[in-house]
């Protein structure tokens, strides 16, 4: 899951130096995306720690552009992220689920999901950091 950060500008520099620009900007860009990924990793569900350690940042130029990217590489990430619907789950390769609750270990051939209605971690540090950085 990745989110690209594009920010707005209240001047533009003349078209023959947008490279020049690009490399100006840079550096605010750099810090905007480790400020941006700082602020999700404290505001992200910490049940192990292995979706807080896949949350990072790169910032690229290209010619007049620059880019920054906030993201989160564990699989489960859209999942935390963004709501779900309630579902049921099946066992893949097995005949049974098994899991505990409350230290009990429970066997089952179904059980229903109730839905989660997800963690926005990514959106809300970028839209934070952005309105932090006036951009």
Known sequence: MTIKVRGRTEWSPPAQSGERAA???APTMRRLGRAITTTAKRRVNVRSGHLRSTIGD?????????VTEVFA???YAR????PTRPHEIRPR???MLRFEVGGRVVFA????HPGYKGNPFLTSAV??????ANL
């Open 23 to 25: 490399q100006q900007a």
């Open 109 to 112: 051939r179904r059980v229903w």
């Open 73 to 75: 590489t564990a699989r």
């Open 127 to 132: 839209r934070d950091e952005m309105a932090r």
């Open 58 to 66: 790169r910032t690229t130029v290209a010619g007049p552009l620059v």
């Open 79 to 82: 999942f935390v992220h963004d």
């Open 93 to 95: 390769s097995a005949r």
